[in-house]
């Protein structure tokens, strides 16, 4: 390996958040705090974890709720003014004639 070159690496402990706790070297050169490990991850273990995941559903649809109500209220004047142009130029054309 060239010298001088690689990131400077230190000792930190990572935990998870069932409680396990990992020894290892990083670059970030701080200790931090992950959701799954290799010791409750259902991949691992073979058992299914409920992770919070309640209401963002529900969430979701709110918030898609109220955009479709302001598409569909944009839509809706779009549609006036077409048709208000529309007014203006029948009356136009019938001035014309």
Do not use: W
């Not at 230190?10 to 992950?34: E, M, R, Y």
């Not at 992770?51 to 004047?77: L, M, N």
């Amino acid at each position: 390996m060239k010298e001088k070159i690689h990131p400077e690496t230190k000792p930190v402990k990572i935990t998870c958040t069932c409680g396990a706790q990992i020894n290892t070297i990083s670059t970030l050169g701080k200790d931090f705090t992950i959701e799954l490990c290799s010791k409750c991850h259902p991949f691992f273990t073979g058992k299914q974890r409920l992770v919070d995941s309640t209401g963002r559903v529900e969430r979701f649809q709110k918030r898609y709720k109220k955009f479709e109500a302001s598409k569909t209220k944009k839509a809706k004047a779009k549609a006036e003014v077409k048709v208000e142009e529309k007014d203006e130029e029948q009356k136009e054309d019938t001035a014309e004639q």
